[in-house]
């Protein structure tokens, strides 16, 4: 599924780690040879969320979405800023303003909300890692004794900030970094890959960081292996083996190079399965499902509907909740590929027909929860 593409990084990352007696490794080839399952094969039927703003708040264009016991705080590009929604997909507030005022936010990049304390942490760029309770409060801004350009992070249990710091010029020392709550460096792990960036190109958004029953994932950009981060620590936990690896002379002539390559582009866990989104060539992905229960990788046909090409892909999860949205008014295309009105009417009749009415291409977005059987 093509997957919205956003002005990003050019950027990847080669780690050395030791290596685990926990790490499953495949071959690319066999999972292009393996079995398909359907939507319905995998998850419990999708609970269908239209959120509902006034015409000033109207959203598109989801960068997150992190799901609570009582809501959804939802990062987005259009307009820039944070919004509450309850569960029902009613607005309840937003989070603070784009601004330059203390407890204002200037680039957000990502958001994450921490059980432990109740808290929803921004990271923005320019600002740094700021606090909000739960109702959307400003408390404080987490001081680094560094000044890492924050992308993506996530909150141990422990209440640590672990981030991914990559940035646009390739040349940066540090791939993660983990804080205190003082913002003081606990550990770091190297970038060990550097290459020189005149021009930031045109990628998908790729979510390299996941959090899951305590334990936290890492995907670097580019790579075929997912870690398991502890302590500054990486260790392979699942490694695919893709013929054609991404090198630094690639990412310098991305587009010219692309063509025959493969990486993890979304990846999710739960307690019975692995979830892989995999670019695979002329901008096209390929969904993945790993039993645990078996062992054996499926190839994932995520379809919604037979009558138009939208899956369902899990880009965001809260605990056992797998997360994704559609957008009405692209209905997930890729922005080089024409809707139609025939598209738009087909996607418009699916939604009626799980109950969800009156959409049309200037509807908010409809977050997707889904659950494995």
């Known amino acids: 599924m093509k997957k919205y593409i956003g002005l990003f990084l050019c950027l990847a990352i080669v780690i050395s780690c030791e290596h685990s ?34 015409d000033s708040h109207n959203i598109s264009n989801i960068l997150k ?14 307009p820039f800023g944070i919004f509450r929604f309850a569960l029902d997909g009613s607005l309840i507030s937003t989070i603070s303003v784009e601004g330059r005022a203390e407890g204002e936010y200037l680039i ?12 929803l942490y921004v990271t923005d760029i320019a600002r740094g890692i700021m606090k909000f309770s739960s109702d959307g409060t400003y408390l404080s801004t987490v001081s680094s004794t560094t000044k890492y350009k924050n992308r993506q992070f996530v909150i141990s249990d422990s ?26 460096t606990l550990n770091y792990v190297p970038n060990k890959l550097f290459f020189d960036c005149v021009t930031p190109v045109a990628l998908p958004n790729h979510h390299s960081l996941r959090k899951y029953a305590g334990e936290v994932l890492y995907n670097p950009s580019y790579c075929d292996t997912i870690y398991s981060y502890k302590s500054g620590q990486l260790i392979p936990k699942y490694a695919f083996n893709f013929p054609h690896h991404i090198t630094k002379e690639d990412l310098r002539d991305f587009y010219s190079n692309i063509s025959d390559k493969q990486f993890i582009m979304e990846f999710a866990e739960d307690s019975k399965n692995l979830y ?7 901008w096209n992905y390929s969904h993945y499902v790993l039993k645990k229960t078996d062992g054996i990788i499926y190839r994932g046909d995520f379809r919604l509907s037979d009558s138009f090409d939208t899956e ?16 009405p008014s692209t209905i997930n295309y890729g922005y080089t590929r024409d809707i139609t009105d025939d598209a738009r009417q087909r996607a418009y009749s699916y939604l009626s027909s799980v109950g969800i009415e009156g959409i049309t291409m200037e509807s908010d977005p409809i977050i997707m929860l889904a659950k494995a059987k």
Request: hydrophobic share 40%; with cysteine; net charge negative.
């Open 21 to 54: 007696s926990q790490l499953s490794s495949f071959d690319y080839k066999d999972l292009k040879k393996a079995p398909v399952l359907s939507l319905e094969d995998v998850f419990e039927p999708i609970k269908f969320i239209p959120l509902k703003t006034t």
């Open 65 to 78: 979405v992190c799901m609570t016991e009582d809501s959804f705080y939802i990062l987005t590009v259009n």
């Open 108 to 119: 957000p990049t990502d958001i994450a909300f921490s059980k432990a304390d109740n808290v």
């Open 159 to 184: 209440g640590s900030i672990i981030e991914n710091v990559l940035n646009v010029s390739g040349n940066e020392r540090d791939a993660i970094v983990e804080l205190s709550q003082e913002g003081d």
């Open 276 to 282: 892989l989104s995999i670019f695979d060539r002329s």
């Open 312 to 327: 369902f892909s899990p880009r965001w999860q809260n605990e056992g909740w797998l997360i994704d949205v559609l957008d």
